[in-house]
């Protein structure tokens, strides 16, 4: 009892002590506080608002200006260093590269020879089979070139491209060999769509074998594999324009 006459007495004092501040002040109470408070530091139209997201565009702009490269950059650079790569393998590579593009269209002259002359021979497929035997070896080294030159396909970046399309191209033929092949419409074209794939081959080698900004493996010996491959090669080659010389040979004498 005593407690609450003590609380309602406080409560009492504590108004009073209110009402006589607000009359001193010539202010509410509700002024007092705020005048304690102080004015506000800004006004709500002055506090900066969150900014918009950057569109795609300016996002890759701001990072470009931070020194940061995309993924697009990074790549392209790759790209171009890997060619750069292809094209100094080419380079270290070009004797071999030349003669196997030689020995390649010799071949394909050898085919266009014979299969005139088996058209015109007594017995066609005897003609064409005397040739085809030695036509194997022949084809068999370019195979072996090929793969050993080009890392079994996978070397020489752009201009490897355009050799494969030639090389396909030679194997399809060579696989539609026969005694009539001659009389056949798509015979002559195919023979020209090789030729017309060497001879882009031909125009990058050029282009590479004056690039001084390619740097040769002076460690790289010719028939070798790799670059640090230590393997034998080399005689294939003779072996090979031996055998088509031989080949073509047997045919003229089919055909007379």
Known sequence: MRNAHVIVTLAAALTMAVNTGACDSGGSGKDKIL??????????????????????????????????????????????????????YIKTRMKEYRAFLADMRANLEDIEKQAAAWAKAKDPQKAFDKWKAKFKDAAKDLTKRYDKMTGNGVEGGNTQAE???????WEDLKADLSQDIASNER????????RKNLDEVEKALEDIDKDENLVINKFYKEGEEGEESGEESGEGGEGGEGGEGDGGDGGDEEGE
């Open 35 to 88: 005048d304690g408070i102080g004015p506000a530091s800004k006004k709500l139209d002055e506090i900066p608002t969150a900014k918009p997201k950057m569109t795609p565009e300016e996002l890759k702009e701001a990072r470009r200006k931070a020194g940061f490269k995309d993924a697009d950059e990074i790549a392209a650079e790759n790209a171009k260093e890997f060619e750069k790569g292809a094209r100094e």
């Open 163 to 169: 050799l494969s399309k030639a090389f396909r191209g």
């Open 187 to 194: 015979f002559g074209a195919a023979l020209e769509e090789i």
